[in-house]
């Protein structure tokens, strides 16, 4: 598996968004519209959480329309937009572990810590949907997996019924870039679940420095 931006993006994204769902009552901080599910099983069973989880869509919505805008005035001012949305991304990343590892943090979804810490990584991870969508358009997306599973298994039928000449070469390599994120992403998920068994809220210290790998990487290219 060849470690690009995306890839190492979409690492970030599973890690997040598991010791996010697993530290806050179930939020999903990068698959926002999982708390749609997730919100009916708070109300259903009387868990918290639920206030974090209805709050979770429109911030997201929120910071990447404020991303989208401001990413056309960075030129102006010559800052690179792709490394400095990622800076911004880590920077959240690390003000939400900060919240996330205060006293009481993890003992409700619904304190005010808990929901301060959940919104300020959905906002991270907004940022980083919106970098992968502008300006990462040709790479698979490296939050969602769900497409990328699909074209990736479209792709394999359609190798497996015997694709050939130009066709062929197009599929193997999408499927190859395709597959690189979802293991990234599923490597990322992994190390968010083993790490919050061992340090608990403390994991999410380590998201910040994730998410900075893909800023060094980048330091001397940036990407149209």
Sequence with gaps: ????????????????DTAGFLALQGLFTAHVTGNFV?????????????IAKLLALPVFCVVILVTRLAAFSLPKFGLP??????????LLLAVGA???????????????VSI?????????????NAASRIHLASSPPTTLMTGTTTQIMIDVADLVRGL????????TARVSKMFANVAGFAVGCAGGAVLYGYLRMWCFV???FLALVPILMSATKEPV
């Design 1 to 16: 598996m060849k470690l690009s931006v995306p890839v190492l993006m979409s690492t970030t994204a599973g890690y997040v």
């Design 38 to 50: 997730t919100l009916g099983a708070a109300l259903v069973f009387g868990t918290s959480g639920a």
């Design 81 to 90: 937009v792709l490394r400095t949305m990622l800076s911004v991304q880590v």
């Design 98 to 112: 900060a919240l996330a590892i205060q006293p009481g943090a993890s003992v409700r979804g619904d304190n005010l």
């Design 116 to 128: 301060g810490a959940g919104m300020i990584l959905v906002a991270a991870m907004a940022i980083q």
């Design 164 to 171: 050939s000449g130009e066709a062929r070469l197009l599929a």
């Design 206 to 208: 380590i998201a910040p």
